[in-house]
């Protein structure tokens, strides 16, 4: 099964409109973090948001927030009054510590990623 | 300051040639690892380092060395490459690695590489 699943492959969306990307993750740990990184044209990787799991409210970064839902594994990024320089592709990814998941690899586990296309 | 670089940006080899590929960090992190970002998929681990002197592997390490021989360097090696390893790969650095699991990783620029 996949750790990070994003169902959307791409989406369209009108500048100044607000844009929700879907993640759903599978994890059995308690303690993980949730991050959302963006990918431009340009090809670099950036950081945009982080979540804890023990983290009671959203997490919220400018115009960027994450709509955490731990009981439906979820952790959707919301982008505010989109601008055309966020057409890029979004990536949703995953930590489980080994130190609390009991080993296995460390580092981060992506999802597929949306390609988000802004559109004046 | 310039982060995390990575050297080089493009590189074309033949089939069983082999390279280095050399990442650099400024920010004195503890944790530093290699992932391979494919078309249509999402970066995916192929070894870290969670110190000077140590590696282990990640989800994909088949075909791939590395070494950590200083804190600031890791390198990411290729004995003998193969078509299957044309890809970009990038490089991270996160400050400890510890729990709470908010160690944010920071990416180099990438590398795109080709095997023919």
């Known amino acids: 099964a996949q750790k990070i699943t994003q169902t959307q492959p791409g989406m369209f969306v009108q500048e100044k409109e607000a844009v929700t990307l879907d993640c759903t993750y599978d994890?059995?740990?308690?303690?993980?973090?949730l991050f959302w990184y963006k990918q431009p044209s340009s090809g670099e990787m950036i950081f945009l948001i982080y979540?804890?799991?023990?983290?009671?409210q959203n997490a919220t970064e400018g115009r960027y927030s994450l709509n955490f839902q731990k009981a439906r594994k979820s952790a959707n990024l919301v982008i505010s009054a989109s601008q055309l320089g966020d057409s890029a592709m979004y990536f949703c990814?995953?930590?489980?510590?080994?130190?609390?998941?009991?080993?296995?690899?460390?580092?981060?586990?992506f999802g597929k990623g949306t390609h988000l296309i802004i559109q004046p | 300051n310039a982060g995390v670089t990575q050297t080089p940006k493009f590189r074309v080899l033949k089939t069983g040639q082999s390279m280095t590929l050399l990442c650099a960090q400024d920010?004195?992190?503890?944790?530093m690892y290699w992932y391979r970002q494919d078309p249509g998929m999402g970066l995916r681990l192929i070894h870290y380092?969670?110190?000077?002197?140590?590696?282990a592997k990640g989800e994909v390490p088949d075909g791939y060395n590395v070494s950590r021989l200083k804190k600031q360097n890791f390198l990411l090696g290729l004995e003998s490459a193969a078509p299957s390893q044309t890809s970009v790969y990038f490089c991270?650095?996160?400050?400890?690695?510890?729990?709470?699991?908010?160690?944010?990783?920071?990416f180099g620029p990438g590398t795109r590489l080709t095997v023919l």
């Open positions: 991270a650095s996160s400050y400890l690695g510890l729990a709470g699991a908010g160690d944010t990783q920071y």
């Open positions: 994890t059995s740990d308690q303690s993980y973090g």
């Open positions: 979540q804890g799991s023990y983290d009671e």
């Open positions: 990814a995953m930590r489980e510590p080994p130190m609390y998941s009991g080993g296995g690899a460390d580092g981060l586990t």
């Open positions: 920010m004195n992190h503890e944790y």
């Open positions: 380092s969670v110190g000077e002197g140590t590696t």
